[in-house]
């Protein structure tokens, strides 16, 4: 792609070369128009656009061109360019879906220059759909048979001329070849024929369908005799609301109980429990449907049977298609927000704060099967296991502790991490007991609960026994436990996004879809962090920008077999690493104490030039007289210098938040054990449509309603925590029957007196039909309430340095931040001298 530059005044701009002439292939006017189409749903410039697809269409990924191409694209984001590159797929599908109808309809003969326009006018598959409905091969419709028996011209003749008696017209079209042996047949057949032609109206559809989606009701209620066995969907037993308004977890909630035969769904055109509402609301849908079909009530002798047709077609024909129209644009709606709260959840977690390179001891808490102890060096080694019966039914708290003593003291162990499962919180008191033990030390070990999601699944994977091979399946999930601690990406990146437990309804939605959506935050989450290549294992590898499944091992292969890579360069001799994939992953791929400073930077290798040029000038001038521009050529701009810049001022940096831990409070171990006023510490497990889920240790997430999260309205939960995030609570209710606790941020609520309702209505106390406890395929297979023969997982083999991280003594309750401003300086920056002098060592800057 050719680029030209044009400096102006403080800024300087990626310009692409304009066409010249007009598309020269069919193929050009759609993609301009879709280009155009995206830009203008972006707020962006259509050459960003069009700079952004023909880099994806190369083989481009997301992080690099977010990263690495931002004069090219005017610098787009990553968030823009997933959404750019969602877009770029529907919009093609769509076009793909155009010709297709556009041929079918012109085989068929009868493309008319009227259908043509439609087609090509149709800017969303539904609406293609509704243009294509009466071209469709389908089987033999009542129409259809009413045609071959020759009552077409009956039904045409009525509707143009209703002075006549249907009755004395309809005898004139007997034909008992075809079973038509009276009026009132011949009647019905045209009556049918009607019916179809006012359902298959695109314009009557397009209307309809947005009255009733802002004006119609859903409305769910209980099968006979399904009240006890649903009462997890209580809330939806006698309910209404429009389409328009309905949040995404209740949408999933209805279908799911529809799914399971507990409710009945139906759609209506009001309020169904105000019948003069419903029944006005009914004869205006019937009044469109008769003047789509120019049908007026006029006293003559037809009008009372077009009109009849009219309502015949609304009620059988029009207001069904139209209710399946609706449920799938509520599915899709409620789908696509599922899907965005499941990737913001997914990518906080991933970028948790780690707890850095410290010596780890990883207990896999377990009654009759003992808690399982593993221990980890700062470098994620497995260098000790063992097993240990404290607990019920053996009761060898002693010798358990003994033995954990033993281990920490010879180990040098910073850091305790239990799992969340069963035996939890005994294994917590096990661990505070020890680091009292430990107390005269040099160093007194931290505790802290990890969650345990999705362990099962990966500590019996063909990568858990690769990894540690010969390894009781149960130990792996002690030291996955460990290694989640020191590095939540690093480990949690081996593991099914879907099982890590932070989704919502995410069984109900499109696989497909939430995979990729998924996959993407991944992606975006271990690029935006990188990737020491010496050190990472397979998984983490193949998520690297350009790399993939293959590549990993033929990365960790040749690293086996030659040792550790000395620079980046080296990565093009592994078999199959050739130029595109070098250049999309040598900048995520960081190797630390190589011959090349540079490469345990971000700065990509086709821009050491420009690195070097900057160590050159900073040598001979103070650092802060550097002015960006000065360093801008042909081939790098202005967000490629301050980048440089930025990065050699603190090279490595994690944009991840400093390390922080909730501390639990002392003999609240269970629900019961939970009062209304309480004030507790608390750890943020997942963000939903309305509401954060937060667990304060009694195995049983509470609910923060949306409502209670701040003094404030708030639209989106997201916008006050995040997943992963340390907060104070208060408890305004705890069911133990039920399983259900209500918390608030707001510190200074008072709790119902009559242990009501929490704030917030429906979903307030975590609702069973949405709460992730309730069901455990809300959490990826394992929800909270008890593990069973979750024995945890995974490896490590993959440490990245997390210098600048690791401060574990943040405030109670504070929000942990960034580490880090990614924001590059705008006129200068102060380069680091520990990367200076590197650099200047290596002979790079003199």
Avoid at 422 to 439: G, N, Q, V
Avoid at 827 to 837: F, H, R, S
Wanted: with cysteine; aromatic share 4%; proline share 5%.
């Amino acid at each position: 792609m050719e680029t030209r530059w044009s400096v102006g005044q403080d800024v300087l701009v990626t310009q692409l070369p304009q066409r010249t002439s007009a598309p020269t292939s069919p193929a050009e006017a759609p993609e301009n128009a879709i280009n155009t189409q995206i830009a203008a749903e972006l707020g962006v410039k259509s050459w960003q656009v069009r700079a952004a697809v023909e880099l994806l269409d190369a083989g481009s990924t997301v992080p690099f061109i977010a990263r690495y191409r931002k004069e090219a694209t005017g610098t787009l984001d990553d968030t823009q360019l997933r959404e750019l590159d969602e877009r770029l797929r529907y919009l093609r599908e769509l076009e793909d879906r155009r010709r297709t109808v556009l041929e079918v309809i012109a085989a068929q003969g009868q493309l008319t220059p009227e259908v043509q326009r439609a087609v090509l006018a149709a800017d969303t598959k539904s609406r293609l759909e509704d243009i294509y409905l009466p071209f469709k091969s389908k089987r033999r419709t009542k129409a259809q048979i009413a045609r071959e028996a020759g009552l077409e011209p009956l039904a045409e003749t009525l509707l143009k001329r209703p002075e006549l008696d249907p009755e004395r017209e309809a005898a004139k079209y007997l034909n008992p070849d075809h079973a038509i042996d009276d009026s009132t047949a011949a009647l019905a057949g045209a009556r049918s024929i009607l019916v179809e032609r006012v359902a298959q109206d695109p314009d009557l559809a397009g209307t309809l369908r947005d009255r009733l989606w802002t004006q119609g009701r859903m409305v769910s209620r209980v099968k006979k005799g399904k009240e006890a066995e649903g009462q997890k969907f209580a809330d939806y037993f006698d309910f209404a609301q429009a389409p328009s308004g309905m949040p995404s977890h209740r949408v999933l909630a209805l279908l799911r109980g529809e799914k399971d035969g507990i409710l009945e769904l139906d759609l209506t055109e009001a309020d169904p429990n105000d019948d003069d509402a419903l029944a006005a609301a009914r004869s205006r849908y019937e009044s469109a449907v008769a003047k789509c079909l120019g049908v007026t009530d006029r006293g003559r002798p037809a009008d009372a049977w077009l009109v009849q047709t009219a309502q015949v077609a609304w009620r059988s024909r029009v207001l069904a298609r139209l209710t399946a129209d609706l449920r799938g644009r509520m599915f899709t709606a409620a789908e696509d927000e599922a899907v965005r709260v499941f990737a913001a959840n997914l990518r906080d977690v991933l970028l948790a704060a780690p707890a850095g390179n410290r010596a780890t001891l990883g207990l896999d808490p377990g009654l009759r099967t003992g808690v399982k102890v593993a221990v980890v060096d700062g470098t994620g080694k497995v260098v000790a296991t063992d097993t240990v019966y404290p607990h019920a039914p053996v009761r060898k708290w002693d010798e358990s502790l003994a033995t954990l003593v033993r281990l920490a003291r010879q180990h040098d162990v910073e850091l305790v991490a239990i799992g969340n499962g069963t035996a939890s919180r005994e294994t917590d008191k096990l661990a505070a007991e020890l680091i009292k033990l430990l107390s005269g030390s040099d160093r007194k070990p931290q505790k802290l609960v990890v969650s345990e999601a999705g362990a099962s699944v990966y500590s019996a994977s063909a990568l858990a026994a690769a990894e540690l091979p010969g390894m009781d399946v149960s130990l792996r999930g002690a030291v996955s436990i460990a290694r989640r601690l020191q590095d939540p990406l690093a480990e949690l990146v081996k593991i099914d996004p879907k099982s890590i437990g932070v989704g919502q309804y995410q069984h109900d939605v499109t696989a497909s879809k939430l995979d990729r959506s998924l996959d993407a935050v991944v992606e975006d989450c271990v690029n935006a962090v990188g990737v020491d290549v010496n050190t990472a294992s397979p998984a983490l590898l193949s998520r690297v920008a350009g790399v993939g499944p293959l590549l990993s091992e033929n990365i960790v292969a040749y690293r086996n077999e030659h040792g550790p890579f000395a620079k980046r360069a080296e990565l093009k001799k592994v078999p199959r690493l050739g130029a595109k994939a070098f250049e999309q992953c040598a900048g995520f791929l960081r190797i630390t104490g190589g011959v090349e400073p540079l490469d345990a930077s971000s700065v990509h290798p086709e821009a050491y030039a420009v690195a070097r040029k900057i160590l050159v000038a900073a040598g001979s001038a103070p650092a802060s007289s550097l002015d960006p521009r000065d360093f801008v050529d042909g081939s790098f701009g202005l967000p490629t210098v301050q980048d440089i810049l930025a990065e050699l001022d603190k090279p490595g940096r994690d944009p991840r938040p400093a390390f922080a831990a909730a501390t639990f409070s002392e003999g609240i171990e269970k629900i019961s054990d939970l009062r209304p006023g309480m004030i507790l510490e608390g750890t943020v497990t997942n963000v939903a449509a309305f509401g954060a889920f937060v667990d304060v240790g009694v195995h049983q997430d509470g609910l923060v309603h949306v409502s209670a999260l701040a003094n404030r309205f708030v639209s989106d939960p997201r916008e006050v925590v995040k997943s992963g995030q340390v907060v104070r609570v208060k408890v305004l209710e705890a069911d133990p029957e039920r399983k259900r606790i209500s918390l608030t941020l707001r510190l200074d609520d008072e709790p119902s007196p009559s242990g009501g309702r929490a704030p917030g209505g429906r979903e307030s106390g975590g609702s069973s039909s949405s709460s992730r406890e309730s069901d455990g395929r809300e959490s990826g297979g394992s929800a909270r309430g008890g593990r069973g023969s979750d024995n945890g997982s995974a490896t490590r083999g993959d440490r990245r340095k997390s210098s600048g991280t690791q401060n574990a003594g943040r405030g109670r309750g504070s929000a942990a931040k960034p580490s880090g401003d990614r924001s590059p300086a705008p006129q200068a920056a102060p380069l680091n001298t520990a990367m200076a002098e590197a650099l200047r060592k290596a002979g790079l800057g003199k």
